[in-house]
């Protein structure tokens, strides 16, 4: 079975410039990249539409790759806000990407960081922790570790012996976010609100 050509990833553009720049980057099917305009959240987003709106102007919505898979328009997406960096890092995009700990406060020893890895990463973060969410939710009983690592192939043997650090990590990172908590030992519930 083929998988689902369906995806496709978008730019909304400010037609307030000329040329006409993007200010998000997106992946979706159907009618998604429309959807910002029907429902304008508080987000930078969501206050670069009211602006342009406010201006009499419409926001330019624009394909630029479809018939994709899922996993095709996640990468793209992803390497087009690397290009374009976040406002947060210095670039032009609205996407908000929030890393749970700010690399430029801590000594990296002379690591060069490329510009747009920080937004790579927590977009894979965050796909992560939802996927493990989706299986804590699904399993009423709670989720282990190991369950974790095994389920989403996460499980590493690196130097010999299981080491599911990564998995264990998430799972840390979603209790203290209040959307996992932990009702034993071992296992651990999702809360869902």
Same mark, same amino acid.
């Given at each position: 079975?083929?998988?689902?050509?369906?995806? @496709?990833? @978008?730019?909304?553009?400010?037609?307030? *410039?000329?040329?006409?720049?993007? #200010?998000?980057?997106?992946?979706?099917?159907?009618?998604?990249?429309?959807?910002?305009?029907? &429902?304008?959240?508080? /987000?930078?987003?969501?206050?670069? !539409?009211?602006? !342009?709106?406010?201006?009499?102007?419409? %926001?330019?919505?624009?394909?630029?790759?479809?018939? =994709? *898979?899922?996993?095709?328009? =996640?990468?793209?997406?992803?390497?087009?806000?690397?290009? #374009?960096?976040?406002?947060?890092?210095?670039?032009?995009? *609205?996407?908000?990407? %929030?890393?749970?700990?700010?690399?430029?406060?801590?000594?990296?020893?002379?690591?060069? %960081?490329? /510009?747009?890895? %920080?937004?790579?990463? &927590?977009?894979?973060?965050?796909? =992560?922790?939802?996927?493990?969410?989706?299986?804590? !939710?699904?399993?009423?009983?709670?989720?282990?570790?190991?369950?974790?690592?095994?389920?989403? +192939?996460?499980?590493?043997? @690196?130097? +010999?012996?299981?080491?599911? @650090?990564?998995?264990?990590?998430?799972?840390?990172?979603?209790?203290?976010?209040?959307?996992?908590?932990?009702?034993?030992?071992?296992?651990?519930?999702? &809360?869902?609100?």
């Amino acid at each position: 079975m083929t998988e689902a050509r369906s995806y @496709y990833v @978008y730019a909304l553009k400010d037609c307030r *410039t000329s040329p006409v720049k993007p #200010f998000y980057i997106g992946k979706g099917t159907g009618v998604r990249a429309w959807e910002h305009e029907l &429902q304008i959240d508080s /987000s930078i987003k969501g206050e670069r !539409i009211r602006l !342009i709106h406010e201006a009499g102007l419409e %926001v330019l919505v624009t394909k630029l790759v479809d018939q =994709l *898979t899922e996993m095709e328009a =996640l990468r793209i997406e992803a390497e087009l806000i690397a290009a #374009f960096g976040t406002e947060a890092t210095g670039g032009m995009l *609205t996407n908000v990407v %929030v890393p749970s700990t700010n690399p430029s406060k801590r000594k990296l020893r002379n690591l060069i %960081v490329p /510009s747009g890895i %920080v937004e790579k990463s &927590q977009i894979a973060l965050h796909m =992560l922790k939802e996927a493990v969410l989706e299986l804590a !939710i699904s399993n009423s009983e709670g989720v282990t570790n190991s369950d974790v690592s095994h389920a989403l +192939g996460l499980q590493s043997d @690196y130097l +010999g012996g299981s080491k599911d @650090y990564l998995s264990w990590s998430l799972l840390g990172l979603l209790m203290r976010e209040g959307r996992l908590k932990r009702v034993d030992k071992k296992r651990h519930k999702a &809360q869902v609100r």
